[in-house]
């Protein structure tokens, strides 16, 4: 498919000024509404995880009627919940250097020079809030023995800076906005919708004003109209069928905005986490994250030579290669993850990998045991340590870990102004849902806090600036049931196909080609090659896909298939937006775009842009540019050594 290119975006709604300022500037310059007119206005938040549970719970205690959606039974089975390894914030508790500014900068490399300024400094500024309003609801955060909370490093950084409850920190988060949402839901602030999907926006006199959901146990399609939509539905990463992600997480309700108008941005980006468990299988549907955080401890490396099967214990030292200490001497095992899962793949190809098909690298503890003793290493890691040996029956405390990269997380998503605001007036995007913080890679531990910021402290200010332009009168009937009908005939066109072949089969030959074409190495090859496939598997798909039982009932297999179908739709726009990108930056790696060692090569003349895409019905997407200028920090290459 081909692309035009049209008029170049421009974030209209940042402030100008010194970095620091910016927010508090932009704080006072938001309208306000009082609260009075507060009770008469009604936000739909779709999503419970951390941005949309935090924002649905401070919305309705700012005392906004808050009507909350999640496909989930509880909003506490949030994919939030799995995030394992921490959360960042510019407290600097360890007297080691850290700042606001610093965290800003470290998120800006760690990027790739992708990523606007004015957003991530606001991101830094705003972390150090969120651990006073996390340990206020009793986030049991790890604490050092004098009392002060703890912090351990992430890559992308040389200073401690991650706060964490053991491998759990984003099910701690979670459960504290979780407790925050269910007093609002008892206040009568928040009415909290669960077993119901959004299949669609519904736009009147172009705004964002209601959405149209579908009860997942009944099958009955609803409509429910608001001032304003937030979304907060996550990552489109299960694109790639096999990724770190719940099997549940899905594009439909992002992508569905984007087909109503709204502008997709950098949909390319993706990040691959070094450290997962490997891929042990066919049967498998999705993979396990091992936490960053074990690289603060845990060593990388491989045998010197390629074909050594002896057991790890029985390789000497000297025929270990820790190849992140090697090339990567400042920093070490805690390069940024694009830098480390293309050093691990980097390592498999030229034969040196470990475990089955030679597709994993060793993380081993071994050193760490014998400095701190076992105890310390279990106090740390230790509900990872036996995630690991239930998933695999080995056991880390004696046996170095196989790890190896896999699709977790997506920086990309739909395009967002200062104010977290679509394309789409009315229609506001939080948390991985939008593209804003992260540029071409985020660094580990900045999603819970990118999630919280936006929830927590950045939308209640930016919506009331809208719905303070209000009111935007009664919602348009015929618009109504245009999208209602839209919804409808879908389900009916997928339920009518009665073809030989599941949704889930689909699923898993489009990701392999995902993987295979667009994965954690790209080339114009590849990508054309993807683009001829998609379209083929698409059409087939919509010719001899099965969607056994019917409409008004429990159907997974009517869910499954409907996200599927926009999977495919995503999965050719990310392609595109991968060939045209003819550079190397972050999470997003083209082959031909490399230097003398192999590290990303990035083109700041050409490409120092964010891609917004826009959806065209009647034709092939719109290219939109938004140049990014940076002030405060200077674009150069990266170096992590």
Same mark, same amino acid.
């Given at each position: 498919m081909s692309y035009t290119v049209g008029e170049p975006i421009r974030d209209r709604k940042a402030p100008e000024g010194p970095i620091e300022e910016r927010w508090s500037k932009r704080r006072f310059s938001a309208k306000l509404v009082n609260p009075a007119n507060k009770r008469k206005l009604h936000v739909i938040v779709v999503g419970t995880g951390l941005a949309g549970g935090s924002a649905a719970a401070t919305l309705g205690e700012l005392g906004y009627n808050v009507t909350s959606f999640c496909y989930q039974d509880s909003p506490r089975r949030a994919h939030s919940i799995a995030a394992q390894g921490g959360i960042n914030a510019a407290k600097n508790y360890r007297g080691d250097g850290d700042s606001v500014y610093r965290l800003f900068y470290d998120t800006v490399k760690g990027g790739d020079f992708r990523a606007r300024e004015s957003n991530v400094y606001r991101l830094a500024e705003v972390s150090v809030n969120i651990i006073d309003q996390a340990v206020a609801q009793g986030v049991p955060f790890a604490r050092e023995y004098g009392g002060l909370l703890d912090t351990r490093s992430f890559g992308g950084a040389q200073v401690s800076r991650t706060f964490y %409850?053991? +491998?759990? !920190?984003?099910?701690?988060?979670?459960?504290?906005?979780?407790?925050? $949402?269910?007093?609002? #839901? %008892?206040?009568g602030t928040v009415k909290m919708n669960t077993r119901h999907e959004m299949l669609d926006l519904v736009i009147s006199d172009g705004r964002a004003r209601g959405v149209i959901v579908r009860d997942l146990v009944t099958g009955e399609i609803e409509t429910h109209v608001a001032d304003a939509v937030v979304l907060a539905t996550g990552g489109y990463g299960n694109v790639f069928f096999l990724s770190t992600n719940a099997k549940g997480c899905n594009t439909t309700a992002i992508w569905r905005a984007h087909q109503r108008g709204a502008y997709f941005g950098n949909p390319c980006y993706t990040q691959i986490h070094p450290t997962c468990i490997p891929v042990s299988g066919e049967y498998q549907s999705k993979l396990t994250l091992m936490s960053e955080s074990l690289r603060n401890d845990g060593r990388v490396w491989v045998p010197v030579e390629g074909g050594d099967t002896r057991a790890p214990g029985d390789i000497p030292e000297d025929e270990r290669d820790y190849y992140l200490e090697r090339i990567y001497p400042a920093f070490g095992n805690l390069v940024p993850r694009d830098i480390a899962s293309r050093a691990a793949k980097n390592v498999c190809d030229e034969g040196r990998g470990v475990g089955p098909g030679g597709l994993g690298v060793y993380l081993d503890f071994a050193d760490a045991i014998r400095r701190l003793g076992r105890d310390a290493v279990e106090q740390k890691y230790g509900n990872l340590f036996e995630m690991y040996e239930r998933i695999t029956g080995e056991d880390p405390y004696t046996q170095p870990m196989r790890i190896y990269p896999a699709v977790h997380y997506t920086m990309g998503g739909l395009w967002v102004d200062y104010d977290l605001q679509s394309t789409i007036p009315g229609l506001f995007v939080v948390g991985e849902a939008n593209f804003s913080d992260h540029g071409a890679n985020r660094l580990g531990a900045s999603a819970l806090m990118q999630g919280l910021a936006d929830g927590y402290f950045v939308l209640p200010t930016t919506l009331g600036d809208y719905l303070a332009e209000g009111p935007y009168g009664e919602v348009d009937e015929m618009?109504?049931?245009?999208?209602? !009908? *839209?919804?409808? @005939?879908? #389900?009916?066109?997928?339920? @009518?196909?009665? =073809? !030989?072949r599941t949704a889930d089969s689909y699923h898993r030959e489009l990701g392999k080609i995902m993987w295979d074409y667009c994965g954690m190495e790209r080339t114009e090859e590849s990508l054309r090659k993807a683009l001829e496939r998609i379209p083929e598997l698409r059409e087939e798909f919509w010719r001899n896909v099965k969607v *056994? =039982?019917?409409?008004?009932? $429990?159907?997974?297999?009517?869910?499954? /298939? +409907?996200?599927?179908?926009? &999977?495919?739709?995503?999965?050719? $726009?990310?392609? #595109?937006? %991968?060939?045209?990108? !003819?550079? *190397?930056? +972050? =999470?997003? &790696?083209? /082959?031909? @775009?490399?230097? /003398?060692?192999?590290e990303a090569l990035r083109d700041d003349e050409d490409f120092a842009y964010v891609a917004a895409w826009e959806h065209r019905p009647d034709g092939g997407p719109v290219l939109h540019r938004e140049d990014l200028r940076y002030e405060y920090v200077k674009m150069s290459q990266r170096s992590y050594k």
């Amino acid at each position: 498919m081909s692309y035009t290119v049209g008029e170049p975006i421009r974030d209209r709604k940042a402030p100008e000024g010194p970095i620091e300022e910016r927010w508090s500037k932009r704080r006072f310059s938001a309208k306000l509404v009082n609260p009075a007119n507060k009770r008469k206005l009604h936000v739909i938040v779709v999503g419970t995880g951390l941005a949309g549970g935090s924002a649905a719970a401070t919305l309705g205690e700012l005392g906004y009627n808050v009507t909350s959606f999640c496909y989930q039974d509880s909003p506490r089975r949030a994919h939030s919940i799995a995030a394992q390894g921490g959360i960042n914030a510019a407290k600097n508790y360890r007297g080691d250097g850290d700042s606001v500014y610093r965290l800003f900068y470290d998120t800006v490399k760690g990027g790739d020079f992708r990523a606007r300024e004015s957003n991530v400094y606001r991101l830094a500024e705003v972390s150090v809030n969120i651990i006073d309003q996390a340990v206020a609801q009793g986030v049991p955060f790890a604490r050092e023995y004098g009392g002060l909370l703890d912090t351990r490093s992430f890559g992308g950084a040389q200073v401690s800076r991650t706060f964490y %409850a053991r +491998g759990q !920190t984003g099910q701690q988060l979670l459960l504290g906005a979780y407790q925050a $949402l269910e007093r609002q #839901i %008892a206040a009568g602030t928040v009415k909290m919708n669960t077993r119901h999907e959004m299949l669609d926006l519904v736009i009147s006199d172009g705004r964002a004003r209601g959405v149209i959901v579908r009860d997942l146990v009944t099958g009955e399609i609803e409509t429910h109209v608001a001032d304003a939509v937030v979304l907060a539905t996550g990552g489109y990463g299960n694109v790639f069928f096999l990724s770190t992600n719940a099997k549940g997480c899905n594009t439909t309700a992002i992508w569905r905005a984007h087909q109503r108008g709204a502008y997709f941005g950098n949909p390319c980006y993706t990040q691959i986490h070094p450290t997962c468990i490997p891929v042990s299988g066919e049967y498998q549907s999705k993979l396990t994250l091992m936490s960053e955080s074990l690289r603060n401890d845990g060593r990388v490396w491989v045998p010197v030579e390629g074909g050594d099967t002896r057991a790890p214990g029985d390789i000497p030292e000297d025929e270990r290669d820790y190849y992140l200490e090697r090339i990567y001497p400042a920093f070490g095992n805690l390069v940024p993850r694009d830098i480390a899962s293309r050093a691990a793949k980097n390592v498999c190809d030229e034969g040196r990998g470990v475990g089955p098909g030679g597709l994993g690298v060793y993380l081993d503890f071994a050193d760490a045991i014998r400095r701190l003793g076992r105890d310390a290493v279990e106090q740390k890691y230790g509900n990872l340590f036996e995630m690991y040996e239930r998933i695999t029956g080995e056991d880390p405390y004696t046996q170095p870990m196989r790890i190896y990269p896999a699709v977790h997380y997506t920086m990309g998503g739909l395009w967002v102004d200062y104010d977290l605001q679509s394309t789409i007036p009315g229609l506001f995007v939080v948390g991985e849902a939008n593209f804003s913080d992260h540029g071409a890679n985020r660094l580990g531990a900045s999603a819970l806090m990118q999630g919280l910021a936006d929830g927590y402290f950045v939308l209640p200010t930016t919506l009331g600036d809208y719905l303070a332009e209000g009111p935007y009168g009664e919602v348009d009937e015929m618009d109504v049931a245009e999208a209602e !009908t *839209s919804v409808r @005939s879908r #389900i009916h066109r997928l339920l @009518s196909v009665n =073809g !030989t072949r599941t949704a889930d089969s689909y699923h898993r030959e489009l990701g392999k080609i995902m993987w295979d074409y667009c994965g954690m190495e790209r080339t114009e090859e590849s990508l054309r090659k993807a683009l001829e496939r998609i379209p083929e598997l698409r059409e087939e798909f919509w010719r001899n896909v099965k969607v *056994s =039982g019917q409409a008004e009932e $429990l159907n997974q297999a009517l869910e499954r /298939a +409907g996200r599927v179908a926009d &999977f495919f739709d995503l999965a050719e $726009l990310m392609c #595109i937006d %991968a060939l045209h990108r !003819t550079e *190397s930056c +972050g =999470g997003h &790696f083209r /082959a031909e @775009s490399q230097d /003398a060692d192999g590290e990303a090569l990035r083109d700041d003349e050409d490409f120092a842009y964010v891609a917004a895409w826009e959806h065209r019905p009647d034709g092939g997407p719109v290219l939109h540019r938004e140049d990014l200028r940076y002030e405060y920090v200077k674009m150069s290459q990266r170096s992590y050594k």
